[in-house]
């Protein structure tokens, strides 16, 4: 089992930047790829961001690459998402999840944290 908590989610305006922090405990939390998603009102959860075990590789979804930006401190078991120049449809809940095969699909993540609200005011 992995449990994974979310952080740094909030109010900010377009234009603006978050940190978002996911910390893991539980199973060896550098075996697992690491994953951002995020679901807003109405809609399916998206993939946003990717991270392999030894964070040599990273994804970053269409439309978001540029601004935001994965990374992870195995010596912490905290994975990060940096996101910057935030706009209004960034705004959603964004999901951390681990997952033990490399992959941006959603259903390849078995575990995933509650979320966080991030909200981007126009």
């Known amino acids: 089992q992995v449990q994974l908590v979310e952080s740094g989610g909030g109010l900010v305006q377009a234009g603006g930047s978050l940190r978002l922090s996911c910390a893991a405990s539980?199973?060896?939390?550098?075996?697992?790829?690491m994953g951002w998603f995020r679901q807003a009102p109405g809609k399916e959860r998206e993939f946003v961001a990717r991270?392999?075990?030894?964070?040599?590789?990273?994804s970053i979804a269409n439309g978001m690459s540029g601004r935001f930006t994965i990374s992870r401190d195995n010596g912490k078991n905290t994975v990060y998402l940096q996101m910057n120049s935030l706009k209004p449809e960034d705004t959603a809940v964004y999901y951390c999840?681990?997952?033990?095969?490399?992959?941006?699909?959603?259903?390849?993540?078995?575990?995933w944290g509650r979320g966080t609200q991030v909200t981007v005011s126009s």
């Open positions: 999840a681990a997952s033990s095969r490399d992959s941006y699909l959603r259903t390849a993540y078995e575990y």
């Open positions: 539980g199973r060896t939390f550098s075996m697992y790829t």
């Open positions: 991270i392999s075990w030894s964070g040599s590789s990273t």
